[in-house]
């Protein structure tokens, strides 16, 4: 099984419409597209879970593809890099000098 990064992504694409255009490139084991958390809008992008075979066959069919006025970019999913929990501090300055 591959994921599948599905970027540049029209805002009112949903889960089942992701599902519907790469299933015509073989079976979809799940397909998702990422929400802001708090507003629960698109963020513009989504994952989309095929068997190996049919997901080379969607990256060369989608990449490039037209959707809406956008031009979608479709590859295989990196996985997620682990961010050191250090300080946390994000390096904000401290305003508390005074």
Not at 27 to 32: E, H, L, N, W
Not at 56 to 67: F, I, N, Q, S
């Amino acid at each position: 099984m591959k994921s599948l990064f599905v970027g540049n992504l029209p805002w009112s694409v949903t889960d089942e419409d992701l599902k519907n255009k790469f299933s015509e490139f073989g079976a979809v084991i799940s397909a998702r597209v990422v929400t802001d958390k708090f507003s629960g809008k698109s963020r513009g992008f989504g994952f989309v879970d095929m068997e190996d075979a049919e997901a080379e066959k969607a990256v060369a069919g989608m990449t490039g593809y037209k959707w809406g006025d956008r031009e979608v970019t479709v590859n295989e999913a990196r996985p997620k890099e682990q961010r050191p929990r250090g300080d946390r501090s994000g390096g904000r300055r401290d305003f508390n000098r005074f």
